[in-house]
């Protein structure tokens, strides 16, 4: 039995969370099942929240000869991680490397020596047992690192385009959308003649979608915003929108603009507001503060949570094996991510670099090389 | 070619409210067309916006000669009505009567002489020619008073259970619960053997539920609310609820308790929350406030606008016709309205009497009948 090194998180019931490395036992793979060597796992903003759950960073301090990283609890904060608590538990979302080993199913021998990108919440490790299935086989040539962000952002990507599709709208409104995600989805939607209104915060974040070929990009600090997105939202007909941010009023104007669109031509009553479907789901929590919706829409709207994982276990399967083949012949140019710096597994326990990489700034992005000195 | 006296609205572009009464000429209907003599329209605030917009009724003068009550509009408001500035319309949403003529159709025929409701948006008026599919035929013995609310609301309680049943929901929550809806809600679900979460806001209310046999009543005034809505929804398992009030944060408090009990033996991460689908359709605006979501339950959510008129559409038309067999068989029981008074044409543009129905006051109900003195 080979052993394999692999961090782990745990919050115990006095109020402290321990990050570790240790040592496990790698099983042997069931017939389906493949053994992967993790060679580049980044570390997405989805991740944080599992290492870390509601820790207070500041006072994260790493024990060198333990190999931990331990941190207390931001006061009063247990109860909301109650389902953890005390129990050790894997990290890492998804990740990529080589086929070291395989089941007996003939398709999982065929991936040997591949390289392949998985998607397990253990990628943290040397190595990763995993099913055949959960992995987007790449071609030849393409490095673990080129290979790494395979799942969380291009699927989300795709998995908006195809939510959009499945609807029955025809374009979409994205927020934060200069994010490496933003990127993918403009180059899948240029690609496919679908438009997007893009929505970001400054000049800055607008000049890099324009350079990608993105045709409408509303700033949210230009004082003339929601003129802007009206427009936008007029000339592409979008009804749909996703949103990485959460708190505030943003849902609330893109609704508004919709329904503006969607009654321009209204006569008579209109008591109850356009009857196209207006829906916004949000993806992320960028902003923790409450939503807030003025409802100014009618009475066809809708606004809810929206997950990968959930969406994709509603596609029919040869529709997910698709969208892997896609990631695959994408990788490099609609898919291609681009690291700021690769970290080994005590680096990425180390209090200084953790503050790096939990800041999440645009633009920057880290992953684990677990054989990386 | 007969005459028909009927109410219409108008609001002018110099921001004027004019509703009147007016002769105009009756159609001769067509071949699947019935026309009804009016005998029992309710005033339903459904018709409130409609007939009043944003007028200032406080202002409302009537003018005997005219046979028209004035008023100006709120300061500002005329935006808000932008699509039907100077056009005269219609108005009242429901009401029944008499089939007095009938097109060729051998279903149209054979419903001379019979008391029917209809659904027809020009109610308040003498005759109304309706297709008849815009009917529910009612049994012998009927009186046009007992079928005028045969619509509205007991469409909009078998809509709800309808939509919980489509959605894969077991139980519901529903606000403002002491209503007349509320009231046949709860029938229509005790009948069934299906578990509703009713919400109200005094004690009163909750013994009006009460006695008709509700067995979940949470009282928002009680201080101890939030911990019996979670006891009620952990006890019926509701993951819908339907919400008449719109403004604050009761929305946000119902799927709280959802994603509380979805988790309750969540072990590990539970990053996401419950994978249970948790949907809150708001129908009514009671509270105009903002609605404010705090987004603690996960990410498999909705919040939407639920509408009866597009909720009949994507039903089935022969579920269409179910349901309504279903509202003329339990017209005096089920669906029985009580009405406060009976008014005239004249009667329902003083100002006084405009002032009493439009204050919407739970138990108060009026009608007009066309042919009172």
Redesign the interface.
């Known amino acids: 039995m080979q052993s394999s090194k692999q961090l782990f998180t745990l919050i115990t019931s006095a109020g402290q969370l321990e990050m570790s490395l240790r040592d496990i036992d790698l099983p042997a793979p069931k017939a389906h099942e493949v053994i992967v060597r993790i060679e580049a796992a980044p570390i997405n903003p989805?991740d944080m929240?599992?290492m870390f759950g509601p820790a207070d960073l500041e006072k994260a301090s790493y024990d060198k000869d333990k190999k931990q990283l331990i941190a207390p609890l931001h006061q009063g904060m247990l109860s909301r991680v109650k389902?953890?608590i005390d129990?050790t538990?894997p990290i890492g979302n998804e990740g990529a490397g080589t086929v070291v080993a395989a089941g007996e199913h003939p398709a999982a021998q065929a991936m040997l020596g591949k390289t392949v990108a998985v998607l397990s919440g253990a990628t943290y490790a040397q190595y990763c047992c995993v099913p055949m299935q959960a992995c987007i086989v790449h071609h030849e040539g393409i490095t673990a690192k080129q290979a790494a962000s395979s799942f969380v952002n291009p699927l989300t990507a795709l998995g908006m385009v195809e939510t959009m599709h499945m609807e029955g709208h025809t374009a979409l409104v994205h927020t934060a959308a200069a994010s490496a995600l933003g990127q993918m989805l403009n180059k899948i939607c240029v690609a496919q003649g679908v438009h997007v209104v893009n929505i970001v915060r400054n000049q800055q974040q607008a000049d890099i979608l324009k350079n990608i070929g993105a045709k409408y990009v509303c700033d949210s600090s230009d004082p003339e915003f929601k003129k802007h997105l009206l427009q936008a939202i007029d000339e592409t007909g979008a009804t749909l929108a996703f949103d990485a941010i959460?708190?505030g009023d943003l849902i609330?104007d893109i609704l508004t603009a919709m329904e503006k669109v969607g009654?321009k031509d209204?006569?008579?009553?209109?008591?109850?507001g356009s009857?196209a479907n207006k829906?916004v789901y949000?993806?992320g929590?960028l902003d923790f503060s409450?939503?807030?919706?003025?409802?100014a829409y009618?009475?066809?709207?809708?606004?809810?949570?929206?997950?990968l994982?959930?969406f994709l276990g509603k596609l029919q399967p040869e529709r997910v094996v698709e969208l892997h083949k896609l990631v695959a012949n994408e990788i490099l140019t609609t898919f291609a991510t681009t690291f700021t710096d690769e970290l080994n597994f005590e680096q990425a326990m180390t209090p200084t670099v953790v503050a790096q990489y939990n800041a999440k700034k645009t633009g920057e992005k880290y992953y684990i090389n677990p054989s990386k000195n």
Do not use: D, E, V
């Open positions: 989805s929240w599992p389902s953890r129990q538990l959460g708190g609330s009654s209204a006569k008579g009553f209109n008591t109850y009857a829906q949000i993806y929590g409450p939503t807030i919706l003025n409802r009618g009475m066809t709207w809708g606004i809810g949570g929206w997950l994982m959930r």
